[in-house]
C-alpha cells in the first residue's frame, strides 16, 4: 500500500495485430510492443519508477509543473528563424488547397536547438522588423546563411517538438526531453515548432492557433525540410495541445504521409477535447485553478497581439473596446468567443469536436505512442481511444498510474519520460524500419471518407 503512493506503475494497451518491424542488422522481425518490451523496458508493461517526494498524485505533480519554472534546468540554446507561409498551394488527391488564407503575409517561428557557446552578441541585426517582443531565455536570431549546415548531416534524425496551449519551446517539460534527446548516446537534431503567437513571436496576419490548425506543421514539413534536407529522417514529438496537433495532421496525411516521417509520441493530449472540457468544469481544482488560469494565458496572447495584427478581426477588436460585455473568465469562455469563432466554428462545442484527435486515430499511418497518466486532471484518461488503438496496428498507448498533466516527476526530480522517450525513437532509428509487404490492408481499421478535406481549409 505504501508503495502505490511512491511509485508509478507503467500500462500497456497494442494492437490486435501490431505493424511489423524488420531488424537492419538481422533481419528478424517484431511488433512495435516487443520492441518496447525488449529495448526499451522504461515504456513496458509492468514497469515502475520512484516519485519525487511529496508528488504523489496528479494534480500535485501537476501544479508543480505550473508552479516551478526549472530555468536553469535543461538549459537548451535556440536560433530562431521566421517562416514565412507563402501564398502556394498543396494537394489533396486532385485538389489544391491554401496553407492559410493571409495571402503570404503569415509567419510562425521555429527554434532550431543549437550547441552552447554558439552565441552571436550581434543577433538582433537578422530580426526582422515585424518582432516587436524580446525572445525567450538563450534564443537568439538565426543568420539565414548559416540554416543550411545545422542539418546537413543526414546521418543525424530530426526531431520537430511541438507545445502544448500557449507555451513555446521555453516550456521546461519540452525542454527537459529535446535536451536529452540532442546529447550523447542520441546525439539527435531538434527543433521547435512555436505556434504562432507564442514563444514571442509577434503574429504578421490576424490569426493565432487551434488544436485543428496543422497548416504550419504542414508547411514546415512539406515546404521547408523536405526541400532542404529530402533525406533527413523525422520524428515527432507534441505535449498537450502539441500532440493533438500532430495526432490531427498524420490522420489527414492518412497513407499519404511522408515516407521521411518515422514515429511520433503524443505526450499528455486530450483525445477527446469535449470529455477533457468536461473533466475541467467538473472537478474543483480543473473549474478553479487549471480552467481559469489556461484562459487567463491565452487572454494576454490577445493583448499582446491586438495593436499588431489582432485588431482587424472584428470579434476581437469588439472585446478589446468593450470587455465588460463579455465573460471569460475559463477556457471554455475564452474558445466560445474566440477560438471557435477565429477558425469559423459556431461555438466551443462545435469546435471540440471536430478538433478531437480520436476522430483520425484509425487513419494514423506512422508508428505512434500514446503516453498518457490515468490520474490527468486536464486529459481525461477514461477517453482514450482504447478500441482504436486495438485495431490501429501502428498505435500503442503507454500509460501510468501517477504523472499528471505534463509532469511525471521522478525521485530525482527529473522528468521521467525524457530518456525512454528518446530510448525509442534511438532503437527505432538504428535498428528497425518498417516492413510495408508484411501489412495486409484487411490489417487495417476501416477509414469512412466522411469529410472531403478534415482539416480547416480557409
Known amino acids: 500500500m505504501v508503495l502505490s503512493y511512491l511509485k508509478s506503475y507503467v500500462t500497456n494497451t497494442v494492437p490486435q495485430k501490431p505493424v511489423p518491424f524488420v531488424n537492419k542488422q538481422d533481419q528478424t522481425e517484431a511488433g512495435l510492443p516487443d520492441i518496447i518490451k525488449q529495448s526499451v523496458k522504461e515504456l513496458s508493461e509492468g514497469y515502475s519508477y520512484w516519485l519525487y517526494p511529496f508528488l504523489s498524485s496528479g494534480h500535485l505533480q501537476t501544479a508543480y509543473t505550473a508552479v516551478r519554472k526549472f530555468e536553469n534546468r535543461d538549459e537548451v540554446c535556440y536560433k530562431r528563424r521566421l517562416m514565412t507561409v507563402e501564398d502556394i498551394r498543396y494537394k489533396v488527391n486532385d485538389d489544391e488547397l491554401p496553407y492559410d488564407r493571409w495571402e503570404g503575409q503569415s509567419t510562425f517561428a521555429i527554434d532550431y536547438v543549437v550547441a552552447p557557446g554558439n552565441e552571436d552578441k550581434e543577433h538582433e541585426r537578422f530580426k526582422p522588423e515585424s518582432q516587436v517582443l524580446d525572445l525567450p531565455p538563450r534564443t537568439e536570431y538565426l543568420d539565414p546563411s548559416k540554416e543550411q549546415s545545422l542539418l546537413d548531416d543526414e546521418s543525424k534524425p530530426l526531431v520537430i517538438a511541438l507545445h502544448g496551449l500557449s507555451g513555446g519551446s521555453f516550456e521546461s517539460y519540452l525542454r527537459a526531453f529535446v535536451h536529452k534527446i540532442t546529447q550523447e548516446p542520441y546525439g539527435f537534431d531538434a527543433l521547435v515548432l512555436n505556434s504562432r503567437g507564442c514563444a514571442n513571436h509577434t503574429i504578421t496576419s490576424p490569426q493565432l492557433f487551434c488544436g485543428l490548425w496543422t497548416n504550419d506543421l504542414r508547411y514546415l514539413i512539406n515546404e521547408h525540410i523536405l526541400k532542404k534536407w529530402p533525406n533527413k529522417r523525422i520524428y515527432l514529438i507534441g505535449f498537450s495541445l502539441g500532440g493533438a496537433i500532430i495526432a ?73 473596446k468593450n470587455p465588460e460585455s463579455y465573460k471569460v473568465e475559463k477556457l471554455k469562455d475564452f474558445d466560445d468567443n474566440f477560438t471557435s469563432r477565429l477558425f469559423g466554428f459556431n461555438c466551443a462545442d462545435e469546435y471540440y469536436r471536430h478538433a478531437s484527435p480520436s476522430n483520425r486515430i484509425s487513419k494514423i499511418r506512422v508508428p505512434t505512442i500514446l503516453l498518457n497518466s490515468q490520474d490527468d486532471p486536464i486529459a481525461s484518461y477514461k477517453s482514450l481511444p482504447e478500441t482504436e488503438i486495438k485495431l490501429n496496428p501502428y498505435t500503442v498507448l503507454i500509460g501510468t498510474t501517477i504523472g499528471g498533466h505534463l509532469g511525471w516527476f521522478d525521485y530525482k526530480g527529473d522528468r521521467w519520460y525524457a530518456e525512454p522517450a528518446s530510448n525509442l525513437f534511438k532503437e527505432l532509428d538504428k535498428n528497425w524500419e518498417i516492413n510495408e509487404k508484411a501489412l495486409k490492408s484487411s490489417d487495417l481499421p476501416l477509414v469512412e471518407p466522411t469529410w472531403k478535406y478534415d482539416r480547416i481549409v480557409s
Open 248 to 320: 490531427n495532421y498524420l490522420g489527414q496525411e492518412y497513407d499519404a504521409v511522408s515516407k521521411n516521417i518515422k514515429a511520433s509520441i503524443i505526450v499528455s493530449s486530450p483525445w477527446s477535447f469535449p470529455d477533457s472540457s468536461y473533466r475541467l468544469q467538473e472537478s474543483l481544482l480543473g473549474n478553479r485553478l487549471y480552467s481559469p488560469a489556461m484562459c487567463q494565458n491565452l487572454l494576454k496572447l490577445l493583448k499582446n497581439h491586438y495593436e499588431g495584427h489582432l485588431k482587424y478581426d472584428n470579434v476581437v477588436d469588439d472585446y478589446h
